[in-house]
C-alpha cells in the first residue's frame, strides 16, 4: 500500500484502502452470489460463525442461508437498475439479526453487515420529523441555517455545519447549529486545496459517509491464496476505511465521530453537511438511509429558493482540486483552516 504523508496525500488511493471500519464486516463474492473470494478479517467474529469454519471458497448460501441469499440476489439485480447498494434491514442470519448492504464493484459483488442494534425510533419517523419540519424557508441561507438546526436536533451530533462550495473551489461554513461550549466556524472560507480531488469525486459516488470512531481500529480484507485479486474497489462501501491523515486531524481537534451527506445541485457537488461529534457515535444503516431522504429534501428546497430568487440555473460548478492541504498535525491547538477542512471531507 502506499505510504502517505502531507507531501503525497492529494494522490491517496482512499477509495481502495485494503481495509474497512469494524463496526461490521465484509464479504466478497463473485458477480452472481455464489462464491466468497475474500472477506474482512473480522468477518468469523461479527457474523459469529464457529472459528474453524472456512470463508474462502465456500457457496455465500452456506454462510447466510439459501432464503437470505435469494433475497439477496433479488435485491442486487433491482440495485443495479438505480446505481445504488440494495439494503436490507433486520435480516436474521443464524442467532443474530443485521442490517445488510449489497452492491457490486466490477466483477465482484461486496456485501456489508452491521449488527442490529436497538432502535430508539424508526427511520419513517425520521423522515417524516425531517420533512415535517423543514417548511419552506424563503432563501437558501435560511434553508442552511433552519436545516443545521434540524440535523442536529434530530441526530444529536455535537456540531453540525452546511458547507458551501465557491465557483473558484474553495468554500464557506454558511451555517452551524453547535454546542454552547464549542467554539464556532461561523461564516469561515477555506481554500479549494483543502478538500482534494479524490475526496470530491467520491463525496458524488456516495452520498453520505460515517466514522463512528476514528480512534477506532481497521479490519484488512484478506483473500485466498493464490493468484492476487487486486485492488478492491470501496467507493460505495458504507464501511469504507477512513484516510489516516483524516483520523489525525480529527484526534487533533478531540472529534472522534463524524458524518457528512453530499449536496448535490444540477449534478455538481454543491456543498456538504458535515457532523462532528466529540465522542464515537454510531448511526445505524436505517438511521442513515432516512437522512440520505436529507439531501434530496435540502436539494428540492434549494431549486424552489433559488427560483424564487432568480438565482436559477446554478453557477457553474466548483472545480476539482488535486492539491492537498500540508498543514502540520502535531498540537490540538491547530488552526481554524486545520480544524475544518478535513473533518469536513471524511475520506
Not at 130 to 147: F, M, N, Y
Not at 221 to 241: C, E, F, T
Not at 275 to 282: G, L, V
Not at 310 to 318: H, I
Request: glycine share 6%; charged share 20%.
Amino acid at each position: 500500500m502506499m505510504q502517505v504523508d502531507l507531501t503525497n496525500c492529494d494522490r491517496e488511493p482512499i477509495h481502495i484502502p485494503g481495509s474497512i471500519q469494524t463496526h461490521g464486516a465484509l464479504i466478497v463474492c463473485d458477480g452472481n452470489l455464489d462464491v466468497v473470494s475474500r472477506h474482512s478479517s473480522n468477518a468469523v467474529d461479527i457474523l459469529r460463525l464457529d472459528e474453524h469454519r472456512r470463508l474462502l471458497g465456500n457457496p455465500l448460501d452456506q454462510i447466510v442461508g439459501r432464503e437470505n441469499g435469494h433475497h439477496f440476489r433479488n435485491g442486487l439485480a433491482a440495485a443495479q437498475m438505480t446505481n445504488r447498494p440494495a439494503l436490507f434491514f433486520d435480516m436474521a442470519i443464524g442467532d443474530d439479526r443485521f442490517d445488510v448492504s449489497i452492491h457490486r464493484s466490477g466483477e465482484e459483488t461486496l456485501i456489508e453487515f452491521e449488527p442490529k442494534v436497538v432502535q430508539q425510533r424508526q427511520p419513517i419517523d425520521l423522515i417524516r420529523s425531517i420533512t415535517s419540519r423543514i417548511g419552506q424557508p424563503d432563501t437558501v441561507d435560511a434553508l442552511a441555517r433552519k436545516a443545521a438546526r434540524l440535523i442536529r436536533a434530530t441526530l444529536g451530533y455535537d456540531r453540525v455545519m452546511i458547507y458551501r462550495f465557491e465557483p473558484e473551489g474553495s468554500g464557506q461554513v454558511i451555517a452551524e447549529s453547535k454546542a454552547a461550549h464549542l467554539e464556532s466556524f461561523m461564516g469561515q472560507f477555506f481554500p479549494a486545496s483543502d478538500i482534494p480531488q479524490q475526496a470530491r469525486i467520491l463525496y458524488l459516488k456516495s452520498t453520505i459517509r460515517i466514522i463512528s470512531n476514528a480512534d477506532g481500529a481497521r479490519a484488512p480484507i484478506v483473500q485466498a491464496n493464490g493468484p492476487d485479486l487486486g485492488p478492491l474497489d470501496l467507493s460505495l462501501a458504507h464501511l469504507r476505511s477512513v484516510s489516516p491523515i483524516h483520523c489525525e486531524y480529527l484526534r487533533n481537534m478531540g472529534v472522534s465521530a463524524s458524518m457528512s451527506i453530499s449536496i448535490i445541485i444540477d449534478d455538481a457537488l454543491w456543498g456538504l453537511v458535515a457532523c462532528h461529534h466529540y465522542s464515537p457515535k454510531y448511526l445505524d444503516m436505517a438511521e442513515r438511509a432516512a437522512v440520505e431522504v436529507f439531501g434530496e429534501l435540502f436539494r428540492s428546497s434549494w431549486t424552489c429558493c433559488a427560483r424564487n430568487a432568480g438565482s436559477w440555473p446554478p453557477t457553474p460548478p466548483a472545480r476539482l482540486s488535486t492539491v492537498c492541504c500540508r498543514k502540520r498535525l502535531s498540537t490540538r491547538s491547530c488552526s481554524i483552516s486545520c480544524a475544518i477542512t478535513w473533518p469536513i471531507s471524511p475520506a
